[in-house]
C-alpha cells in the first residue's frame, strides 16, 4: 500500500509539473489546456477516492491512534476539489492567469499533504516492524 500510493504521488506530481509548464507557455489557449487539465483532475479525484476509501479506512484500522491525522487528511482532499472546481471556473472564463494561479496554489497544498500521508506511512511502518 505504501509503495502504491507514493507511486501515485510521484505520478501527480509529475503531471502537475508538466500541467503548470503548460498553462505558463506564453500563447497557450483555452482550448488546448481543457484536456491535460481534466487528465490531471480525474487522476486526483480517483487517488483522493481510494485514500478515502479505502487506504485510509484501513491505516486507521491497524492504527488507531492516527485516526485524528487521517480525518485533517480527508478534510484536505476536499479542499483540494473546491481548487480543482477554481481552476475549471477560471477556465470557462477564459482567465488563464487566474487557472495557473489557482494551480500553483493547489500544487504548493498538495506536495504539503502527500508530505504528512507519507510520514504517516512511515509510522504505520516502523510501527508494523516493532
Ligand atoms: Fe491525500
Ligand atoms: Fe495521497
Known amino acids: 500500500m505504501k509503495h502504491r500510493i507514493t507511486r501515485?504521488?510521484?505520478?501527480?506530481?509529475d503531471l502537475l509539473d508538466a500541467l503548470i509548464r503548460t498553462f505558463s507557455k506564453s500563447g497557450a489557449t483555452v482550448r488546448g489546456l481543457w484536456e491535460p487539465f481534466e487528465q490531471f483532475a480525474l487522476d486526483l479525484e480517483s487517488h483522493i477516492e481510494?485514500?478515502?476509501?479505502?487506504?485510509?479506512?484501513?491505516?486507521?484500522?491497524?492504527?488507531p491512534d492516527l485516526k485524528a491525522s487521517l480525518e485533517a487528511l480527508s478534510v484536505d482532499h476536499s479542499a483540494f476539489t473546491d481548487q480543482l472546481?477554481?481552476?475549471?471556473?477560471?477556465?470557462?472564463?477564459?482567465?488563464?492567469?487566474?487557472?495557473?494561479?489557482?494551480?500553483?496554489?493547489?500544487?504548493?497544498?498538495l506536495r504539503a499533504h502527500?508530505?504528512?500521508?507519507?510520514?504517516?506511512?512511515?509510522?504505520?511502518?516502523?510501527?508494523?516492524?516493532t
Open 8 to 13: 501515485e504521488h510521484s505520478h501527480l506530481e
Open 50 to 63: 481510494q485514500e478515502d476509501r479505502l487506504y485510509f479506512p484501513a491505516i486507521g484500522a491497524l492504527s
Open 85 to 109: 472546481r477554481q481552476v475549471a471556473d477560471h477556465l470557462a472564463h477564459e482567465d488563464i492567469e487566474g487557472a495557473t494561479r489557482s494551480l500553483r496554489n493547489l500544487d504548493a497544498s
Open 114 to 129: 502527500e508530505q504528512v500521508e507519507e510520514e504517516i506511512l512511515a509510522r504505520l511502518d516502523s510501527k508494523l516492524e
